[in-house]
Nanobody, 115 residues
Framework: QVQLVESGGGLVQAGGSLRLSCAAS????????MGWYRQAPGKQRELVAR???????NYADAVKGRFTISRDNAKNTVYLQMNSLKPEDTAVYYC?????????WGQGTQVTVSS
């Protein structure tokens, strides 16, 4: 089992920045990848950014150049730095860990961007 706890969401004006954090605990050995997904009202959950154990990262086209995913292995924490936020970034953001064929999810944190 992997436990994930997100923090850092909130309300911000368009053009502003937020940093999300995801602290992992439990059986984090052999976690293949960690990432951030988001789900807006009435829409499906979608991948925002992901970082693999190799360090490779990938991003959704909608956030490339604005969002940066990173990790601190000593703290077992993954971050999502979000800059130049837009109203369409408004969603619940979920942390994800993929380990041995299973997905683990955090409880989600709300990000609201006002215009």
């Amino acid at each position: 089992q992997v436990q994930l706890v997100e923090s850092g969401g909130g309300l911000v004006q368009a053009g502003g920045s937020l940093r999300l954090s995801c602290a992992a605990s439990g059986s984090i050995f052999r976690v293949n990848a960690m990432g951030w997904y988001r789900q807006a009202p009435g829409k499906q959950r979608e991948l925002v950014a992901r970082i693999f154990s190799s360090g490779f990262t990938n991003y959704a086209d909608a956030v490339k150049g604005r969002f940066t995913i990173s990790r601190d292995n000593a703290k077992n924490t993954v971050y999502l730095q979000m800059n130049s936020l837009k109203p369409e970034d408004t969603a619940v953001y979920y942390c994800n860990a993929f380990r041995s064929g299973f997905d683990y999810w955090g409880q989600g944190t709300q990000v609201t961007v006002s215009s």
